[in-house]
């Protein structure tokens, strides 16, 4: 079976940098706690290894409270900014592993909003990246995740907006979406904080998607970046499947596929996206 694997998968710059942190800080400071707020990255794999070495995943303030020693690792997803200052106030010892691209949607948002611009984040409510951004808001802010929900806001005519996205934002559909902010009834400024890395991943996905019989898309169950990879193939190969490991894979092809595409999401390890590569090369 010939294989086309995706030059931009796995592991991203952010990604790759909180995860060498958690590991280096278990290795320097043996003995010690190593704690991370929130998953470090939304790999079960990578969580469960570090859990393997000691390393234990706190979700809130009420956590938080309890750390009387040790080292907390901030997530490369970022956290609200109530949190952060609690960590600070209580004089935690901690390392800020959040991504710098989402840092500077932090910055962004929270020097428009101090300006009076009204804040339009661009994805999913629920993905801690986003619960992390509106949290530095300090006036209107709104979270939409398709060009439908822009239709069901009810901003006054007139307002100054600023929209930005979640990093790792399927790009065609941020596009869509800010296309229904019309400039004839606010003041629009969009910045488009989806990473390049990410727009490389999926510009790249869709192409080679476009191009195969079948495509394997690689990510977290939980991962918001790969499944908007998945998403994105699934429109251009009807033969799509997304796996979290090896052992997911059940490929039921037709005779007739000659041709495989691999890509994988931002928080997928690279030893995990080798063994599928090897094992569909031996796929007749």
Do not use: W
């Amino acid at each position: 079976m010939e294989v086309i694997l995706a030059e931009h998968a796995g592991f991203c710059f952010g990604v790759t940098r909180a995860v060498d942190e958690v590991y280096n800080q278990v290795e320097k400071n043996e003995g010690r706690q190593i704690y991370t707020y929130g998953p470090i990255i939304h790999n079960e794999a990578v969580v469960s290894d570090l859990e393997k070495k000691g390393v234990k995943v706190i979700e809130s303030e009420k956590d938080l409270e309890t750390i009387e020693d040790g080292i907390l690792i901030i997530r490369s997803h970022g956290i609200r900014k109530e949190i952060h200052e609690f960590i600070e106030k209580k004089g935690i010892e901690y390392v800020d592993s959040t991504c710098p691209f989402v840092k500077r949607i932090h910055n962004i948002v929270e020097k428009e909003s101090a300006a009076g611009k009204t804040i339009v984040v661009v994805g999913s409510a629920k993905h801690p990246e986003v619960d992390g951004i509106v949290s530095y808001a300090q006036g209107p802010v709104y979270v939409v995740e398709t060009p439908e929900d822009v239709e069901k806001l009810n901003i006054p005519e007139g307002t100054e907006i600023c929209i930005v996205s979640q990093t790792t934002f399927n790009t065609n559909k941020f596009q869509e979406t800010v296309d229904k902010f019309s400039n004839s009834r606010y003041n629009v400024n969009v910045v488009n904080t989806i990473c390049s890395a990410t727009q490389e991943r999926q510009t790249e996905a869709e192409r080679i998607a476009g191009q195969v019989d079948a495509m394997i898309v690689i990510g977290g169950a939980h991962s918001s970046n790969s499944r908007k990879l998945y998403e994105i193939c699934s429109k251009k190969c009807a033969n799509t499947y997304f796996i979290q490991t090896l052992d997911d894979l059940h490929l039921e092809l037709p005779k007739s596929v000659r041709l495989v595409g691999i890509t994988a999401g931002a928080s997928t390890p690279k030893n995990i996206i080798e063994e599928v590569q090897q094992y569909v090369r031996t796929i007749i």
